[in-house]
């Protein structure tokens, strides 16, 4: 079946440091990725997208690199901040719905 | 400003009532979902609506109902069959096709 996963359920980086949050999806035929932020208490937040027909894409500090060949899927923030600490979700495009991965929590320390 | 509203923000439940979430969006959004999250886990989608008047189930849609009478609403009643409710459900939204979802900010619902 289709899913999506994580690499590491937390990471812990020191603030300036540059972080990344990793993810594996199973559905070669997925064709579009985003990249959530939760703050603990609140919804999700939207960080950046990617369609299968990219490989790179860039934000404010943040990069998604997408490596269809081993489905693959990586989230980078630069300069990693203290208002970066979170909880970080992948998802995938499932047809009629995103299928979300299990998350990854950053902690930022000085 | 467009947006998703959830409320309440906090909800309280005795064993055995029913409790009815409220998700309201003005973004003009065609889908609205439904997704429940337990303590340092991740989402687990309840039910979701592609246009009005039809939904189809999630992966845990036992123990709970929703209707979609008008595109900006999309209630969820948690039964007094769902044996275990205390979590926090996040509603979301948006366009059909490959777009993002935009969130609510969360009703956190606990069995007293």
């Known amino acids: 079946g289709e899913s999506v996963g994580l690499h590491l359920p937390t990471l812990s980086v020191q603030e300036g440091d540059n972080s990344i949050i990793n993810c594996a999806y199973s559905?070669?035929?997925?064709?579009?990725f985003i990249w959530y932020k939760q703050e603990s208490g609140k919804g999700p937040q939207f960080i950046i997208d990617i369609r299968s027909n990219m490989d790179k894409r860039q934000g404010q500090r943040v990069t998604v690199l997408l490596n269809k060949t081993v489905k693959h899927l990586s989230l980078q923030i630069a300069a990693t901040q203290p208002g970066d600490s979170a909880v970080y979700f992948c998802a995938e495009n499932g047809g009629d719905k995103l299928i979300f991965g299990t998350g990854t929590r950053l902690q930022v320390f000085p | 400003d467009g947006g998703i509203t959830q409320s309440p923000k906090y909800l309280f439940r005795k064993e055995g009532q029913n409790v009815t979430l409220s998700c309201e969006q003005n973004l003009n959004h065609d889908a609205m979902y439904w997704y429940r999250q337990d303590p340092g886990q991740g989402l687990r989608l309840i039910y979701y609506?592609?246009?009005?008047?039809?939904?189809q189930k999630g992966d845990i849609a036992e123990g709970y109902s929703v209707s979609r009478e008008k595109k900006e609403s999309f209630p969820l009643t948690v039964t007094s069959a769902q044996k275990n409710p205390t979590a926090f459900y996040l509603c979301?939204?948006?366009?059909?096709?490959?777009?993002?979802?935009?969130f609510g900010s969360g009703t956190r619902l606990t069995v007293v």
């Open positions: 979301a939204s948006s366009w059909a096709g490959l777009y993002g979802y935009t």
């Open positions: 609506s592609q246009i009005v008047n039809d939904f």
């Open positions: 559905n070669s035929a997925s064709d579009y």
